[in-house]
């Protein structure tokens, strides 16, 4: 990423390339994790490759909802943690949530990759490993969670998360913040604050939010959350990209 210029045009989107590319030399990332690479930078491609207005509320909203948490945890894959390995672990701490590893394509050895990373970055401790339930309505394999993890969470954040299991933390009352880079997907559209935006923006402005809230007291951080509109943020960022109505400004 040294050779990337600063002043190219398509810097981030490049430094974002390079790093999932890493992210899988290092079996941190799985094959699927570049498909999934590839579908995000289209979407981010059509935004304008920045934080919309809309995204930036969402994203307000969810360092409120974290803040207000009990339990909150944050859910990681390996295009997470490749991308932002760093800024997870910056945002657990300013929240006070859990970091759990989080795979749709689940290997020990993989598991043990992002643990690892995450540590490496700074991590305290990183759930996922014990995987002692299940998360109920999914097949085995993917609906393994920590009971003192996701399971017991009541906010939980999930990048890049697919549908199905999106729907099923839903469905089991977690109140769910996922950032996808994808309006119409069904992950999003499943969530009481769906972000979109690129993980790699949205993590640090996230924890940007929640510095600055961070002495707000209880009902000003309710009434973020409360006045959030996940159907208008949903439409704001569909209308960005059939339209790009707001890029000229
Ligand atoms: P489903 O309908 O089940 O949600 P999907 O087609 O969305 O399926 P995936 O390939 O798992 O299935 O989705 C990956 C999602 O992650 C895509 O919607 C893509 O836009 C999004 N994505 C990829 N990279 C990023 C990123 N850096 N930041 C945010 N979102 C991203
Ligand atoms: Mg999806």
Redesign the pocket.
């Known amino acids: 990423t040294e050779d990337i210029p600063s002043d190219h045009p398509r810097h981030d989107s490049l430094v ?1 390339r390079h790093r999932i590319e890493a992210g899988v030399d290092a079996g941190i990332t799985s094959r ?1 994790g570049l ?3 590839g ?3 289209a ?2 491609y059509l935004l304008g490759e920045e934080t919309i207005p809309s995204a930036d509320d969402a994203e307000r909203a969810a360092a409120a909802q974290l803040l207000l948490a009990e339990h909150p945890v944050l859910s990681v894959n390996g ?1 997470a943690a490749a ?1 932002v390995p760093e800024e997870l672990v910056e945002l657990a701490e300013t929240v006070g949530a859990d970091l759990e590893v989080n795979l ?1 394509n689940r290997t020990p050895e993989r598991m043990e990759a992002i643990a690892d990373h995450l540590q490496a970055h700074g991590a305290p401790d990183v759930k996922g490993l014990d995987a002692d339930e299940r998360i109920p309505g999914i097949d085995h394999e993917r609906a393994r969670v920590d009971a003192d993890g996701i399971y017991d969470a009541d906010v939980v954040l999930v ?6 299991r ?1 729907e099923a933390l839903a469905e089991m009352g977690k109140v769910e913040i996922v ?4 309006p119409l ?3 999003p559209r499943t969530a009481a604050i769906p972000v979109i ?4 923006r ?1 993590i640090p402005n996230i924890t940007a939010h929640a510095r600055s809230l961070e002495s707000a007291e209880r009902d000003e951080l309710e009434a973020i959350v409360a006045d959030f509109d996940a159907e208008r943020a949903l439409h704001e960022a569909e209308e960005r990209i059939r339209t790009g109505a707001g890029q000229e400004q």
Not at 159 to 164: A, I, M, S, T, Y
Not at 197 to 200: Q, S
């Open positions: 974002t699927q498909i999934a690479e579908r995000g930078e979407f981010d295009n991308l749709f990048p890049l998360e697919d549908g199905d999106a950032i996808d880079l994808n997907s069904r992950s935006d690129n993980i790699i949205a």
